[in-house]
């Protein structure tokens, strides 16, 4: 069992409100991923933090914002949600190294399903 | 076009069942590729791992194949239980960068009836 922890698992919330899914891994990975996951489709990555204080965007424009002040915490925030916001959002976590079977392999959360009305 | 292609897009096999599910990729330069599996409402679980240099690898009932000169791999799955319903994943990284890119395909949904 990977010790990486979403909450919450399901949202529903009204358009304009701002929300925050957290994610916390016990792991000590420096590595940490947010992947949004519609169904039938692919993981898409749309933000990822190689450390404190590192934040990066991913590959899927997204107009939320994350922050990584703690190695363990990694929140996404949506200031003002929409409809075009709902889907499937899962947290990750890796090692750090460059050599070793683990290497590259990602520990997923359980998701955080976010419904927008 | 993505990278990296999976077929079926659905099954449905019946409980002690073998089935095989198919990966395609075109992702260059290659470092490794992982099927992972995706329990309903859950986050993806690895399964196995396989680089350049492995053609064949089993985990349990789960055996991965790679053919790294056709850019195919394949999974099978052997006495199929219905804990296999689930989405295979396949997911291939490159050697772009110290962690690698990922690439993932869209899913193989398995249904095991009994």
């Known amino acids: 069992e990977a010790d990486i922890y979403q909450t919450p698992r399901y949202l529903v919330i009204g358009t304009g409100k701002k929300i925050t899914l957290e994610c916390s891994q016990t792991?000590?990975?420096?590595?940490m991923y947010w992947y949004q996951q519609d169904p039938g489709m692919e993981l898409h990555l749309i933000h990822y933090s190689y450390g404190v204080n590192s934040t990066e965007k991913g590959d899927l424009s997204s107009e939320s914002t994350v922050s990584r002040i703690r190695t363990e915490h990694f929140p996404l925030t949506l200031e003002s949600a929409r409809p075009s916001h709902t889907s499937q959002y899962l947290c990750a976590s890796s090692e750090s190294g460059t050599s070793g079977e683990n290497t590259g392999e990602l520990f997923f959360g359980e998701g955080s399903r976010l419904t927008v009305l | 076009k993505n990278q990296v292609e999976q077929s079926p897009q659905s099954l449905i096999i019946l409980e002690g069942k073998n089935c095989t599910l198919q990966c395609n990729y075109t992702v260059s330069p290659f470092s490794n590729l992982r099927w992972y599996k995706q329990d309903t409402g859950r986050g993806p679980v690895s399964l196995t791992i396989m680089t350049f240099s492995e053609n064949t690898k089993s985990n349990g009932r789960y055996t991965a194949t790679l053919d790294a000169d056709t850019k195919q791999s394949s999974l099978h799955i052997t006495a199929s239980q219905l804990s296999d319903s689930a989405s295979y994943i396949c997911?291939?990284?490159?050697?772009?960068?110290?962690?690698?890119?990922?690439?993932f395909g869209r899913g193989t949904q398995l249904t095991v009836w009994p």
């Open positions: 792991m000590g990975h420096d590595k």
């Open positions: 997911v291939v990284s490159d050697r772009g960068s110290t962690l690698g890119r990922l690439y």
